[in-house]
């Protein structure tokens, strides 16, 4: 197909995610985007098929002390400490301005204790009429298993899912850790849990050292590590948890480009969330969906759903 044909045949970017039709492929990772609702208009929604919240809590938290943000070679150490005003303050005073947009609301929540998030998610269901999806972070700490995270095992994460689905009853994705043992075993606990989708994957644990100083960078000595350099590890897992369940999963890690998306696609995304790249540029993904767009009218794709998974052995 020549590039004078492209506009003729223009796909079809739109998505279903677990029965939630979304019109792009493209998500806004949560912790990037402000809730703001000036944000959430052109152009800065220009390909936006959905937007996550920052991390929300039960409680309003402070998030951690001293320096939060640090710049490494092809990435980026965040050590946020999910800074939020609680999840009743996010619905009375935030989510109705926000559903306003028409932009897809995905719900990122932290579970942080079994009781805490049942208590959330009761709480969210007075507005799941603005909710697209609740998303589950289940990277956080369990104090009653030595503070390991949730999401490090298949036990953690199935118990989750127990008291999650006792409460809500909408559209449930689960944001897994990249430093889980078997992400796959836990991929297939989350499904056989009740969740519509997966999403992989979370921050990979970094630090760094102030060399000068001679001491971490971080109060907590451990950060989270985004950005490009992640991508080929992002990528791995998605492949390992997209040929382990049935449900939709959803590629998130280090994404930059056109290019990246469609290997996340071809590696059997259903959809993929862009974030550190927000850090760059507020319109990026305004940028990848045009290019996306006509990549896949030279290649004569009629829609994503025609490509997903393509790059796991099959052709078109």
Same mark, same amino acid.
């Given at each position: 197909m020549s590039l004078s044909d492209v506009s003729k045949s223009l796909p079809d970017l739109s998505v279903s995610i677990g029965g939630l039709t979304l019109p792009s492929p493209l998500i806004i990772a949560s912790g990037l985007w402000p809730h703001d609702a000036s944000f959430w208009q052109e152009p800065y929604s220009a390909g936006v098929g959905a937007i996550c919240s920052k991390g929300l809590t039960r409680r309003p938290r402070a998030g951690n002390s001293g320096i939060r943000i640090w710049e490494t070679p092809s990435g980026v150490l965040n050590s946020i400490g999910l800074q939020n005003r609680g999840v009743e303050v996010f619905i009375k005073e935030e989510l109705p301005h926000l559903a306003k947009s028409g932009i897809p609301v995905i719900v990122n929540l932290a579970v942080e204790s079994l009781e805490e998030t049942t208590e959330s998610l009761v709480l969210l269901k007075s507005a799941e009429k603005d909710i697209a999806a609740v998303e589950l972070n289940v990277s956080c700490p369990n104090v009653d298993c030595g503070g390991m995270a949730w999401g490090m095992s298949a036990d953690g994460v199935s118990s989750v899912l127990l008291a999650a689905r006792k409460a809500w009853e909408g559209k449930l994705w689960v944001k897994l850790t990249p430093q889980?043992? =078997?992400?796959?075993?836990?991929?297939?606990?989350?499904? =056989?849990?009740?969740?519509?989708?997966?999403?992989?994957?979370?921050?990979?644990?970094?630090?760094?050292?102030?060399?000068?100083?001679?001491?971490?960078?971080? =109060?907590?000595?451990?950060?989270?590590? &985004?950005?490009?350099?992640?991508?080929?590890?992002?990528?791995?897992?998605?492949?390992?948890?997209?040929?382990?369940?049935?449900?939709?999963?959803?590629?998130?890690?280090?994404?930059? &480009?056109?290019?990246?998306?469609?290997?996340?696609?071809?590696?059997?995304?259903?959809?993929?969330?862009?974030?550190?790249?927000?850090?760059?540029?507020?319109?990026?993904?305004? =940028?990848?969906?045009?290019?996306?767009?006509?990549?896949?009218?030279?290649?004569?794709?009629? &829609?994503?759903?025609?490509?997903?998974?393509?790059?796991?052995?099959?052709?078109?």
């Open positions: 889980a043992f =078997d992400l796959p075993s836990v991929g297939r606990a989350a499904e =056989d849990g009740g969740a519509d989708a997966l999403v992989v994957s979370n921050t990979w644990l970094g630090m760094a050292i102030d060399v000068e100083a001679k001491k971490p960078v971080f =109060d907590r000595i451990f950060a989270g590590l &985004s950005g490009p350099a992640v991508f080929p590890l992002a990528l791995r897992c998605l492949y390992e948890v997209a040929g382990s369940v049935s449900i939709p999963v959803i590629g998130c890690g280090g994404v930059c &480009s056109d290019e990246d998306v469609l290997a996340m696609l071809l590696a059997g995304a259903a959809a993929v969330e862009i974030g550190s790249m927000l850090m760059h540029d507020l319109k990026c993904i305004s =940028d990848i969906y045009e290019s996306l767009t006509k990549r896949m009218a030279l290649w004569g794709v009629g &829609s994503v759903a025609d490509i997903i998974g393509k790059g796991r052995g099959d052709r078109f």
